[in-house]
């Protein structure tokens, strides 16, 4: 069902910073440098373009697991493009390699992990929690 899912697939997402992309925005932090937090959704943004177009209708990739490392600061305006690479499919759990650079060089690696679900189920899933706590 999943078979264009392959190791060596690569996604990119990039975005020149902003105030709203910053650590005192986000509140991880009262500096007017790219977030941590942002940094890793960008991150998770090259991996869902790596491989969303190519699953079937209904499905979509959830993440799971993020181990980051943020490297060096970037300042406002500078332009970061996030990389994600498939590295190893395990059913339907996705391992990639993630890098994401300003025009002066890396700013983070790490290893994201992300899941293959049936969208529908999934939600339904969710609303079931969300009974549960009534």
Do not use: C, N
């Not at 007017?32 to 969303?52: C, K, N, R, W």
């Not at 209708?57 to 970061?80: F, M, N, W």
């Not at 025009?103 to 549960?132: S, T, Y």
């Amino acid at each position: 069902m999943f078979e264009k899912i392959h190791v060596g697939l690569t996604g990119e997402r990039s975005i020149v910073v902003a105030e709203e992309h910053t650590a005192a925005r986000w509140g991880s932090g009262g500096l007017d440098v790219f977030s941590t937090p942002y940094m890793i959704a960008l991150m998770e943004g090259a991996a869902v373009a790596a491989v969303d177009p190519l699953l079937p209708e209904g499905y979509q990739s959830v993440g799971i697991r993020v181990e980051i490392d943020h490297l060096a600061p970037t300042p406002v305006g500078s332009k970061v493009v996030a990389h994600a690479e498939l590295v190893e499919v395990d059913g339907r759990k996705l391992t990639f390699q993630v890098e994401a650079r300003d025009e002066a060089g890396i700013i983070g690696r790490g290893v994201h992990q992300r899941f293959i679900i049936h969208a529908e189920r999934f939600m339904a899933k969710a609303r079931a929690r969300r009974e549960a706590e009534r």
